[in-house]
């Protein structure tokens, strides 16, 4: 390891033993993050939230499979984006710091609260741009691909795709000094919320009004009808830049109450039966 005050040459060598750890960790991040959804949300616990399953139909076998196949293809991807945090780090661009008690707890949640924050700012400016139709073939189609999406659906992008998200974090990091710790905390959180976004039950808390719990964040109805009818609900974690933008789907209320099989505002919702799109 290297002194982080000084900058240091790059040991080549040890590129790819590095990019190799990586993308075993990765995979490892996906298939569990992802796998943990699916066999709790979907298998093990899909009965009991049958109530508040978002549509009538589960997705298919095959697209299953395809979509862990273009999320390891995405593994391979912000792998690399991994090994390049590694690089600037050896080099002395970037400021990772191994104690996350180094700058005080209060800096470490500032910097975990940040990272997410920022990544939620990131993931909805560029997802609105891959959005416009001279952009949306070439970037974004495999994720829509995905009409009724699963857990698995959660790193089914394209490869260009799948960059754009990645170079997020070197390009965070080097403004941000961050601890390995708040970095590891992000990933794993931004795989669960991924794969959560994706699983097609309602499992977020709601109020007796039907209206979310908690709808400064994105619940699962949000995702679900962004792959039902895209043209809106580009955020990732939270609602607010949906609704400073004005790009919240109009019915999403509607859609949750629907989905947690509650009147809206006391008011009938009419069809209580699952049925999003
Ligand atoms: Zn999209
Ligand atoms: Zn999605």
């Known amino acids: 390891m290297t002194d982080p005050h000084m900058p240091a040459i790059l040991a080549l060598d040890q590129v790819l033993?590095?990019?190799?750890?990586?993308?075993?960790?990765d995979t490892l991040r996906y298939l569990l993050g992802a796998g943990i959804v699916f066999l709790l949300v979907n298998v093990v616990l899909a009965r009991w939230l049958e109530g508040r399953k978002i549509r009538v139909k589960s997705p298919t076998a095959t697209q299953m499979r395809r979509e862990v196949f273009t999320s390891l293809r995405t593994v391979l991807v912000f792998s690399?984006?991994?090994?390049?945090?590694?690089?600037?780090?050896?080099?002395?661009?970037?400021?990772?710091y191994w104690e996350a008690s180094e700058r005080g707890w209060?800096?470490?949640?500032?910097?975990?609260v940040a990272l997410i924050v920022l990544?939620?700012?990131?993931?909805?400016?560029?997802?609105?741009?891959?959005?416009?139709?001279?952009?949306?073939?070439?970037?974004?189609?495999?994720?829509?691909?995905?009409?009724?999406?699963?857990?698995?659906?959660?790193?089914?992008?394209?490869?260009?795709?799948?960059?754009?998200?990645?170079?997020?974090?070197?390009?965070?990091?080097i403004i941000m000094p961050s601890s390995p710790l708040a970095i590891f905390l992000f990933l794993w959180h931004m795989m669960f919320r991924n794969a959560l976004g994706h699983c097609?039950?309602?499992?977020?808390?709601?109020?007796?009004?039907?209206?979310?719990?908690?709808d400064w964040m994105t619940s699962v109805t949000h995702h679900d009808l962004h792959?039902?009818?895209?043209?809106?609900?580009?955020?990732?974690?939270?609602?607010?830049?949906?609704?400073?933008?004005?790009?919240e789907h109009p019915l999403y209320h509607e859609k949750f109450a629907q989905a947690v099989?509650?009147?809206?505002d006391g008011s009938a919702v009419g069809a209580r039966r699952p049925g999003v799109a």
Do not use: C
């Open 106 to 112: 209060a800096y470490f949640a500032f910097n975990l």
């Open 119 to 173: 990544h939620d700012a990131w993931f909805y400016w560029t997802h609105r741009i891959i959005h416009d139709p001279r952009l949306f073939r070439r970037f974004h189609r495999t994720h829509h691909k995905s009409h009724n999406p699963s857990p698995w659906t959660a790193y089914s992008f394209d490869i260009s795709e799948a960059a754009i998200n990645a170079v997020y974090l070197p390009l965070v990091l």
């Open 17 to 25: 033993p590095t990019y190799a750890h990586i993308v075993q960790f």
């Open 261 to 264: 099989r509650k009147p809206l």
């Open 200 to 214: 097609g039950y309602e499992i977020f808390p709601s109020l007796r009004s039907g209206r979310p719990a908690m």
């Open 80 to 96: 690399f984006f991994g090994t390049t945090i590694w690089a600037l780090r050896e080099i002395g661009l970037i400021d990772v």
């Open 227 to 247: 792959h039902a009818q895209s043209g809106w609900n580009y955020g990732l974690y939270f609602t607010w830049w949906d609704r400073m933008m004005e790009t």
